[in-house]
Nanobody
Framework: QVQLVESGGGLVQAGGSLRLSCAAS????????MGWFRQAPGKQRELVAR???????NYANSVKGRFTISRDNAKTTVYLQMNSLKPEDTAVYYC???????????????WGRGTQVTVSS
């Protein structure tokens, strides 16, 4: 089983910055992709950014140039640095981790509980 602990959300004015973190723990698996999704009220959950175990990244067009995703050296914690925040970035942000257990050829997705990010105009 994988446990995810998120932190770093909050209220910020437009143009400000926040940094989200998500720490994964557990045993008997390798972590592959790690990422952040968000869901605004009345909207579907959408990918914000993802980083592979090899360090390749991809971003939603709406956050390119403003957000940066990274992983620590142990590759068990993922960060999302959010700069130049806009009111439309307001949402609940969810950490997502894709793992492969040692005893399985399948990948499994786990989700954090979510952290609220609110950007005031």
């Amino acid at each position: 089983q994988v446990q995810l602990v998120e932190s770093g959300g909050g209220l910020v004015q437009a143009g400000g910055s926040l940094r989200l973190s998500c720490a994964a723990s557990g045993s008997n698996f390798n972590i592959n992709d790690m990422g952040w999704f968000r869901q605004a009220p009345g909207k579907q959950r959408e990918l914000v950014a993802r980083i592979t175990s090899g360090g390749s990244t991809n971003y939603a067009n709406s956050v390119k140039g403003r957000f940066t995703i990274s992983r620590d050296n142990a590759k068990t914690t993922v960060y999302l640095q959010m700069n130049s925040l806009k009111p439309e970035d307001t949402a609940v942000y969810y950490c997502n981790v894709r793992v492969a257990y040692y005893y399985s050829n399948n990948n499994y997705d786990y989700w954090g509980r979510g952290t609220q990010v609110t950007v005031s105009s």
